[in-house]
């Protein structure tokens, strides 16, 4: 846990619990019921005889004071669970009763404040509702007290839409993530114990590229396989990446998720870009199941060669900004199509269905070629490349029977 680098003065208060009992999810804005500077403020809660504080002051000259670390519950709100999740924040009124009015400069450091506490705190959006449902609260809430006072009580929609831009404006410039390559050359050789349990796993060092490359904390899974078998289940990774699966065709791409399935967990790396439809290479961690740190280790989709015990690989996970792939060529001959029946052998619609299946497609165990068979056809050909036909022919076949 942080405090917020645009604080100018530090006076920590005695008035506290350490450490806070919840992880920070919630804002609360106070005002200060009188012109307050950041330094005057740190006096008022300085002595233990005062029972009060905020995490942070704002002067009406739009100076930021820390009096209660961020990583401690203040003594703010009259409402202890309110207070152990909330960062609480005391605004300078530039005039009193009845409206209590906040200078321009106070109001847009309280906005960049409270984007900066959201920003490392992991808080995707300042939801406003009116009531305690929401993430950004009010004293008033919670004990018969005017604060925030009308004028800063009736910003608080507008607080939050401009919190919520910058919020929107960081995670839409990648720039604030870094690249794979930059990733690699930050861990490799270094051991990554990203959740601190189990010591070295090749799931810490996913979890590690997850934020380093896409602000994604938070996915927690019961072993490796999880994160292809129960993807859909994860929000964060549906909303960055596409599930590809492992047919003959695929290639692994710099940056791609590759996930076994194999063991009682699975294994997992992020491919280099080295490779084929053969072989790939990816940076892994705990290779072996010894704990081994960070290294590029090459595969072969056989499994031969293969270090890790965790074959078969179920498929990578892509990143969306990855580039659209170029068009391959379409079926020459159409073998089947909707509504089609199904021939015998080798190559029966039935065979294919239950290797799309393998594949992670829900599908029947019939022979059938309705409506959710031509859905999963097309899915798998804009995954792989190919113009979406939603028709099985000769290249879908031998895309699909690794
Ligand atoms: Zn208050």
Redesign the pocket.
Known sequence: MSNSKLICYTRLSPNCNKPRSHKIDTITI?HMAGNLTVEQCGEVFAPVSRQASSNYGIGSDGRIALYVDEANRSW??SNAENDHRAVTIEVANDGGEPDWHVSDKALAALIELCADICKRNNIARLNFTGDTSGNLTM?KWFAA?G??GPYLGGKFPYIAAEVNKRLSAATSTPSKYMTYNEFEKKYLGKAVDFDGVAGVQCVDLFDQYLKDCFGITGVWCNGAKDLYNKFESYPALVKAFDRIPNTRELVVKKGDVVIWGGGSWGHVGIGNGEGDEDRFVTLEENTLGRHEPTQLVKHYFNGSGGNDGCSPVLGVLRPKSAAEPALKPLDTAIWYKRGDKDKAGEHSIFAIKQRMKALGYKLDDTGGFGGGTEAAVKDLQRKMGYKQTGVIGENFVRLVMR
């Open positions: 106070h703010c709100s004293h007290t604060c925030p």
